[in-house]
């Protein structure tokens, strides 16, 4: 039975020491752990549970842990942790590219995993929508840039017609500060200062990788994108102009 007042985490990975070893720790950190070896028993907890945060094995044996990552995004804003055997690069950014809020290897470090754990839940809280008891009294702060709304109050991107897009809190957070500051120029390492979704020690890559996901999710075209502009050898910048409500 969940608990109401605990957070909910969800391990997918099919590997049965692994999922019990987690579980133990995360129970004894006053988490309520569901578990699931495929996407099937993923997708029942989550018709059922509300879930705050996912740790998902990449390399599932029948299945794709990337694939399901960014099956869960399209529809859900709970943190996701992805977590694989593999040291390549290449599927670690891979993996944040497609959906993920994390990324740690096998064999992890528990102490780390905790830490980690406990940033994403706090960024995900940070990054909640705000309660409007009365929009009429209380309007959202809202910016204007195109055809997209950066609501700010409920912490979402719409477009003009009111439909809404997926962001991760990486992703929200790097937007944010991008409009709010137009065609100033930022580094990686000040995005990472001035972000409320990233972690200082996030590596530089990381950046790059939040902005490929905007551009493919704000820009006509992502390859001549015509807001978030890239200034070779500095950084990036957003390009104006951006109106307040």
Request: some cysteine.
């Amino acid at each position: 039975m969940i608990e109401p007042n605990k957070k909910t985490l969800l391990i997918v990975d099919d590997d049965q020491d692994i999922r019990q070893l987690l579980c133990d720790v995360l129970s004894q950190k006053g988490y309520q752990v569901l578990e699931a070896d495929s996407g099937a028993q993923m997708w029942a907890h989550l018709e059922r549970t509300q879930v705050d945060l996912i740790l998902m094995d990449l390399y599932l044996r029948e299945e794709d842990g990337l694939h399901l990552a960014r099956d869960v995004r399209n529809l859900f804003t709970m943190p996701i942790m992805m977590l694989t055997g593999k040291g390549d690069e290449t599927d670690r950014i891979l993996g944040l590219e497609l959906a993920a809020d994390d990324y740690m290897m096998k064999p992890f470090n528990l102490r780390e995993l905790m830490a980690r754990i406990h940033a994403l839940l706090r960024r995900a809280i940070q990054l909640a929508p705000a309660p409007v008891l009365n929009t009429l009294e209380d309007p959202h702060e809202c910016l204007y840039f195109g055809n997209w709304v950066l609501d700010l109050t409920a912490r979402q991107l719409m477009n003009q017609e009111g439909e809404q897009v997926v962001l991760t809190l990486g992703e929200f957070s790097l937007l944010e500060v991008l409009v709010h500051h137009p065609d100033r120029i930022f580094s990686r390492e000040q995005l990472i200062d001035q972000s409320r979704g990233l972690e200082a020690e996030v590596f530089d890559r990381t950046v790059d990788v939040l902005i490929l996901r905007l551009r493919r999710k704000i820009e006509s075209n992502p390859k001549t994108p015509q807001f978030i502009k890239t200034q070779r050898g500095l950084g990036y910048f957003f390009q104006g102009p951006v109106r307040k409500n």
